[in-house]
């Protein structure tokens, strides 16, 4: 059984966060750990408050997870400040983790900000060159570059330049421009277009980190990188097709769809 870890948010509603997480990759046949770095009080309709773990504790879980179990893959969510991006990086290469899938997440869907503001270099800086992988949704990458990302062409260039900050390779995440949902790979030497028709539902919740984590299921697997690129991409298309409403606000795609085939 491959072991894959979650370096995240809790997030008392299900839908993203660490129970995200562990759904993917529960989906993916794996067995799930985590590392729970703040915890939400978070529902369909907002984040309404949160606080941060002491870093010490997030590397105290992470290390006793990896003293115990072979990990194969690692992803990261919020991070919430700068001591815990510090921490984490260091942790990840001194124990050598491999395949880290960073998804910076900054902002909740509902426009809470989830990560104090200075913590944007440290992720540049510290985390970023450990990363198999980075995944920026648009307004991430507009944060992390300082400049507008808002067509096709801004993203590829986005991609490059966040290339050049030290990750193995970048997908700048299109899900919110019109039109088909549409995702730029590259890993310094190739550019590819994921491409998929848009599904009409407000039931999104969750789709970054199902993504990033889907995609370090399939590393975990021992994928090639834009294999599991791609193989993630179709998957999180299916769980948002069979998305479903829970609550008042955007209710969270189906993690265990293929449990339910």
């Known amino acids: 059984m ?5 370096i995240a ?3 008392s509603g299900g839908g993203a966060g660490v129970q995200a997480d562990l759904k993917t990759f529960a989906a993916h046949g794996l067995h799930g750990v985590c590392a729970i770095t703040a915890v939400t009080a978070q529902s369909t309709v907002e984040v309404r408050d949160w606080v941060a773990l002491e870093p010490r504790m997030v590397v105290a879980q992470i290390e006793t997870v990896a003293d115990d179990m072979s990990v194969a893959a690692v992803k990261t969510g919020m991070l919430a400040n700068t001591a815990i991006v510090r921490a984490v990086a260091e942790v990840v290469r001194r124990r050598g983790l491999p395949h880290l899938v960073v998804d910076p997440v900054m902002v909740a869907k509902g426009g809470q900000r989830l990560l104090d503001k200075g913590a944007e270099r440290a992720y540049v800086e510290l985390l970023f060159p450990c990363a ?3 995944t920026p949704n648009l307004a991430e990458a507009e944060a992390v570059l300082g400049r507008r990302v808002r ?3 801004d993203m590829r260039d986005a991609a490059r330049a966040l290339h050049a900050l030290g990750p193995g390779a970048v997908v700048v995440k299109g899900g919110h421009l019109p039109g ?3 995702d730029v790979f590259f890993d310094g030497e190739r550019f590819e277009e994921l491409r998929v028709p848009r599904i009409e539902t407000p039931h999104t919740h969750g789709t970054g980190c199902t993504f990033s984590a889907a995609i370090a299921a399939r590393l975990a697997q021992g994928a090639d990188l834009l294999d599991a690129v791609r193989g993630a991409k179709t998957y999180l298309t ?3 097709r069979r998305s479903y409403s829970i609550g008042r606000g955007h209710g969270p795609v189906d993690h ?3 449990l339910r085939s």
Do not use: N, Q, Y
């Open 2 to 6: 491959k072991v894959a870890m979650t």
């Open 9 to 11: 948010g809790s997030d």
């Open 132 to 134: 198999t992988l980075v």
């Open 151 to 153: 067509t096709l062409d």
């Open 180 to 182: 088909d949902a549409v």
């Open 238 to 240: 299916e769980a948002i």
């Open 256 to 258: 265990l769809h293929p």
